[in-house]
């Protein structure tokens, strides 16, 4: 059973460039949240998407945007990047629907760079 | 004042010890209680999840959850070396408390020494 998987693994960028993430649910799973993690810090919900449609989204700027294809993956794209958007990206997948729907499943993230 | 609040540590404990760790929260629509573990530059695992107050034990680990008093907690027994990382407690809402995005304390950094 293939957990959450992410792309790149890492990733260095310039200010002002823009980026692409790409994650793949849990086999089963069709709703992908995305989470910025800075060093030392808990991570911080950006947003979910579900249906192909973003459901809930965080504190983040519109710098900050994404999507779902409708085999579940997810993308998440920043433009204009800050020296502030360095982080570890997380991917996390749930189920919709059921008794585990409101649990989330991690990938291993990937880390951006920005210089 | 952050909605979820977290010891940072770190926290050395030799082997073989019990560790506890704790968050407390502000936000009353709180109603499901996880803790993830997550080794350095990996991504968080799911060790136990809980809905709303009481115990939940799954060998080693046991979760407890008082909504009164706003506090999770975290015991780990006969801690072993394999077990230091750095513990984050998170909390929803739910999909019908308005939405599951979770919301994260800063991580208790853990360390179990020989």
């Known amino acids: 059973d293939a957990g959450v998987t992410q792309s790149p693994t890492h990733l260095i960028k310039t200010r002002g460039q823009q980026v692409t993430l790409r994650c793949s649910p849990k086999?089963?799973?069709?709703?992908v949240s995305w989470y910025q993690q800075a060093l030392g810090q808990g991570p911080q919900f950006i947003f979910q998407y579900y249906e192909e449609e973003e459901r809930q989204r965080g504190n983040f700027p519109d710098r900050f945007s994404g999507h779902q294809f409708p085999n579940y993956s997810s993308e998440l794209n920043v433009n204009a990047l800050l020296l502030g958007d360095s982080a570890l990206y997380l991917c996390?997948?749930?189920?919709?629907?059921?008794?585990?729907?409101?649990?989330?499943?991690f990938g291993p993230g990937t880390r951006l760079t920005v210089l | 004042q952050k909605e979820v609040e977290q010891d940072p540590g770190p926290l050395s404990v030799p082997e073989g010890a019990i560790v506890s760790l704790n968050c407390t929260y502000s936000n009353s629509a709180f109603q499901y209680f996880m803790w993830y573990r997550q080794y350095s530059r990996k991504g968080p695992e799911l060790l136990m999840y809980?809905?709303?107050?009481g115990n939940k034990e799954d060998g080693r680990f046991t979760a407890q959850v008082d909504k009164s008093s706003k506090y999770i907690s975290l015991f780990i027994r006969d801690s072993q070396p394999s077990d230091s990382a750095t513990y984050l407690c998170?909390?929803?809402?739910?999909?019908?408390?308005?939405?599951?995005?979770?919301?994260f304390g800063t991580g208790t950094q853990l360390k179990v020494e020989l």
């Open positions: 086999s089963g799973h069709d709703t």
């Open positions: 998170a909390m929803s809402a739910g999909l019908t408390g308005g939405g599951n995005k979770l919301t």
């Open positions: 996390a997948s749930s189920p919709k629907r059921g008794s585990w729907a409101d649990t989330q499943y």
């Open positions: 809980t809905y709303s107050s």
